[in-house]
Structures are given as C-alpha cells and as structure tokens.
C-alpha cells in the first residue's frame, strides 16, 4: 500500500538556513490491486507479470492520455498527480471500465483527493493532500472510486456517472473526518461477476446470513452454530420470492469484524441477518438481528430460549420471525413449508451437521471424515434424505479428485445413495440436486441426472449448488450458452464461494466451446487466480490462447499443465466427468496446438 509522507527538513550544522518550501494544489490518484498478497500467495509470478502488464498496457497509457504524472509505483499501486479533479475521474473510470468486461484476473481500487501538497526537492509530492487519496483508495470498494467531497463538488454533473454519499470518514491520521463520495456500481462498467466487485440489487428482497458467534466457549461447538445458520439459510432460500445468498459466501466474514454496510456492497444484498448461539448442557439460545445494510437500520431483533431437543423450533422461530420482516405478505402456510426439517433424530441430525463442517473444509481427508459422518446420520435415521445425497457428493469429490479406489463398487454406492435420496426427498431441491450431479457425474445416467437439477431449480431458484451442477451439466449436454448463463447466476448467488474457481472454469469451458476463445482465457486465467492447481483451466488457458495466435502464453500453460499432470498427451486426454465429444475434440486441437506431445 502506498503511503505519503510529510516533509521533514533540518538545517545544516553551524549555518542558518530558511528553506522555502513549495506548494501547490493538485488532484492526486491513488490505485492498488486488491488481495494482492493472496494473489501473490496463489500465483505469484502470473500474478506479478498480469500487474506489470496492466501498468504498461492500461495504467500508464490512461495517464498520458488525460495528462497525469506517474509519481509512484510499488508491486502493487501507483500514485499519480493531474491538472484536474476531471481529468483523474476520467482517467480512474477509463481504468476501471477497461478492466470490466473481464480482461485481467485482478480487479483495482481507486482513492482520489483534491488537496494542497508540498513539493519536494526531488520533485516527489508529500502532505495529507496525498495521504486523503491514499486513505480513500484502501476503504474503496474492490472494483470501485472513492473521492472526496472535494474532488466531487468540481466534477459533479461533468461526467456521466452516479455518485454515493458514504459521509463522513475517519481517516487513520488525518485529524478531521472527510467526507467521501462512492462511483455507483452500474454506473460505470464495473464487473459484477466474482469476488472483489460490487453487484447491483435484485429486483426482489435480498438477504445475507452471517455465521452466528459461538457464545458456548468451546471451539468444538463451531459446527452446532454453523449448522444452525445453515438451516435458516436453508429455509429462506426456499422462498422464490426472495434473493438469498449461499452458505459458502456469506462464512468467508466467519470471525471477522465486520461492517455491514460494506457487506450489503460486496453482496448485493439489502438485509443482513447476524447473530449467536450459546450452547450449555442442554439448553441453547439464539439470539439474531436483522438489519438493513444500506441504512445500518435495525429493523428486527430476538432471543429465542430453549432446550437442545426444541432446536428445530427454535430454528424455525427464528426463520419464520426473518422473512415476517422482510416480506410480511407471505401466507402463513408457505412459511411452514419453508421450515420443514430434514429429521427428527437429534442425534443424526449431529452427524449431518458435522459432516457439512468436514466437507466445507474441501480436502481429501475431510471428505473423508465427512462421508463418515453423513453414513452414520444415515443408521441413525434411514429416512434422512440430505445425509443420503450429501454422501453421493463425496463420492463425486473422490472422482473429480481421482481419489477413486474401486470404481466399480463406488458407481453402484453413489447410484443406490442418489436413488435412495431422491425417493425420501422428493420436492427437496438440495437432495435433487446433489443427487442429480452424483447421477450424472459419477454413475454416467445424464439424462436421469439433468432432470432432477432441473426439477431443482424450479423448486428452489435460490439454491446456488443447483445453478452451479446445472452449468456442468450443460457442458456435458454441449448448450454451452446456457451453460455459462447457469455459472453466472451461480456467481451471483455465491460471490466469494470456495467453488468459485470450478464456476469460473466451467464458464471458461463454455466459452472455449462455443469458439469464444477471448472470453475463455479471462475466464481461464480467474479460474487458475482462485486456484492455480486447477488442471482444468489450465487446459483451457492452454487451447485458448493456442486458438488465439499468442504461442507464448499458449506453451506457458502446457508447462504448468505437464507439472500438474506429468504423464499427460494428446492420447491420454481424459476427464474426471462426462464430456460432449466434439467439446473432447476441440479441447485435443487446441492443446495440439500450444504444444502438447502426442
């Protein structure tokens, strides 16, 4: 992060001196890439050459063009001095439309001020007139423009964007708050799919459930108040009426301070549910809130006592309590339906809950650990149709993750578990869904798979896992369009999802398919940015770029795809999952092409 600093000057020993120091005012330009460390963590060569590109292909160009002075540059910012407040707002919304449509896997924030700044002997700039822009730049939305009111009473109505009052801020060492003005999302082409962008809000009621504090003490109990919370998100997700966001986003601010305004922004929502569990013997209480984020407005708030056999109650009092706020026209007989629960045995219920903790963890031996959990839910209470299904995905992660053992005998399991749920769980859109995939993916039987994730969606247009296996079955059925339609939505619903680099690769695949090679190397490159082991977009950054004439980046991805899969050729090419043959097909020329030996 860059950081100005003040002029400090002393006088030579034994001569008296009288320095003039030199101001001026100027509009200053702070930039900085967002997550540049996880980046750098993830990939950091690709991440420091797509940074390096961008200041030499976007950055720099865009200053000359509106007359701005480059004063600074580090590994991940740039700091620069214009004329004009216009002219910096020009060129931030030129940086930042550039970057919209998906054209690097990094996303920038933007601070601009208009301020008096010293000027120093080497020409460097130095004062708060610097630092205010530097200060603005790290509260920015990712994506997004922060000014201040300075900067907005000379550009306002010169430029055809939207503006947001956020008031006044208090900046780390600057003495006075200062009031800042946000570029509304939509206003300019800031992106709206994936982590780190401001989406617009839906046409509907929309609602964000935080992870619940564990109040019991124990971190053991963790996964009793994840669970609880899964259950509410559950239930008002099951509301076609409203806009709920999956589970997998909303955990990412787990134990973290948190600003629910900023929250609303990053998810598009308009209402925020957080609270706690505390959990003693027997007894348990939850206490929620619900809040409107773009007020700060606490618009509902309740304790709910009871004992650990009135949990499901409990739940449901909670619940239902959350959509009378928002929607208070809902029948009554809707509400129940929505709060049904998936057992009455506590204990398998306990199982449940924490097989979802093993499996959210996403490795091989939580995967493991979780299908335990899920088949002894399943003893516990054979009618439980979600343990049945959430055990068909395990065995799905074992062959997306070639952690197979005995094909045979786990294709004839993930049948009998998938049958099994869908029988139990008729109109649950979860148990249809994971155990569509599980059909598809797993056993081979698409058609019979297709069928229950589209019956999932239907019944529950909220669920995200049901648009996301309904993008992969798209791929295997070759409607690429819809395919990548289904990512997006699931993006959507699930912005900062541990998945999202199967959703970005798997519209990435859409687009290869389709002969949109541009769009699938973005896409690609986002995919490998979340999770630069991903073999998958590796091939499809590999064909894309080989499609497109740039050898180059071509033969770079086929030598990180060989260090991931040593023993891969041409002949060899195969896929964890069903695939469409002339998507196969394709796939082979293109990797031909960048290089891959027969």
Known sequence: ?????????????????????????????????????????????????????????????????????????????????????????????????????????????????????????DGELYGDGINIAVRLEGIADPGGILISEKVFSEVEGKLDVGFEDRGGQQLKN???????????????????????TAP??????????LPFQNMSGDPEQDYFADGVVEDIITALSRFKSLFVIARNSSF???????????????????????????????????????INASTGAHLWADRFDGVIEDIFELQDQVTTSVVGAITPTLERAEIGRAVLKPTNSLDAYDHYMRGISSAYQWTNEANNEALRHYYKAIELDPNFALAHALATCCYGWRKINRRVTDTAREIAETKRL???????????????????????????????????????????????????????????????????????????LSPFDPL???????????????????????????????????????????????????????????????????ALRIATITYAVPLHPSALARIKEGLRKAGLPE
């Open 174 to 196: 600057i003495s006075r708050p200062v009031r800042a003005y946000a570029v509304c999302a939509g206003t300019h082409s800031v992106p709206t799919e994936g982590p780190g």
């Open 252 to 290: 990412t601010y787990k134990g973290k301070a948190v600003d629910i305004k900023q929250i609303g922004r990053e998810l598009g929502v308009r209402y925020v549910l957080e609270g706690s569990v505390r959990k003693a013997a027997n007894r348990v209480r939850i206490a929620a809130q619900l």
């Open 418 to 492: 998938a049958e099994r749920a869908t029988q139990l769980g008729q109109d649950d859109a979860q148990v249809l869904c994971w155990s569509g995939a599980a059909l598809a993916f797993v056993v081979g039987e698409v058609d019979a798979g297709v069928a229950l994730v589209d019956r999932a969606l239907r019944l529950n247009p909220n669920l995200m896992d049901a648009w996301l296996s309904s993008g992969l079955v798209r791929l295997v059925l070759g409607e690429w369009n819809l395919a990548v339609e289904h990512f997006a939505h699931a993006i959507r």
């Open 200 to 209: 617009p809000l839906p046409d509907k009621p929309s609602i964000a459930v």
């Open 500 to 566: 999202l680099f199967l959703m970005q690769g798997g519209t990435a695949s859409g687009h290869f398919y389709a002969g949109r090679y541009d769009e699938a190397a973005v896409w690609s490159a986002k995919s490998i940015g979340e999770n630069p082991n991903f073999s998958s977009a590796w091939r499809i950054a590999a064909g894309s770029n080989a499609f497109l004439g740039r050898q180059e980046q071509a033969q770079k991805a086929v030598a990180h795809l060989q260090q991931l899969e040593p």
């Open 1 to 121: 992060m860059l950081r100005g600093r003040r002029l400090r000057s002393a006088p030579l020993e034994g001569v008296v001196t009288e320095q003039r120091i030199q101001r001026r005012l100027a509009a200053i330009l702070a930039a900085d890439v967002v997550g540049y460390s996880a980046l750098m963590q993830r990939a950091e060569e690709a991440t420091y050459a797509e940074f390096e590109r961008l200041r030499r292909e976007l950055i720099e160009p865009s200053l000359r063009s509106h007359e701005g002075r480059l004063i600074k540059t580090t590994g991940d910012g740039a700091l620069a001095e214009f004329a004009s407040p216009l002219a910096a707002m020009r060129c931030a919304v030129e940086i930042q439309d550039r970057l919209a449509p998906g054209s690097s896997p990094l996303r920038l924030r933007v601070g601009i001020n208009l301020g008096d700044v010293i000027v120093g002997q």
